[in-house]
């Protein structure tokens, strides 16, 4: 299914929670945590972390990040963003 940059940010948005992951080099492994935070602005999504936190330091070594998300109807998305 193709989908524009809007109708990705409101599937999302609709999922309330949804789960980035990113891989933490020191430990050599995956790392899953939920997030709530979504925004699109001038064409691009953000999202909303603190710079201290590993999630930050681990998406700055490594920019490419997986995020999935499943409404409560069941419909799910999986996106490979950098």
């Known amino acids: ?35 709530g935070t979504f925004h699109l602005f001038e064409g691009r999504i953000y999202i909303e972390t603190g710079k201290s936190k590993a999630v930050s330091r681990q998406s700055s070594a490594d920019p490419r990040v997986e995020i999935s998300g499943m409404k409560e109807s069941g419909e799910w998305i999986r996106l490979e963003a950098t």
């Open 1 to 35: 299914m193709q989908t524009g940059l809007q109708e990705v940010y409101d599937f999302v948005k609709q999922c309330g929670i949804y789960y980035l992951a990113t891989y933490d080099h020191e430990a050599k492994r995956p790392r899953v945590r939920p997030f």
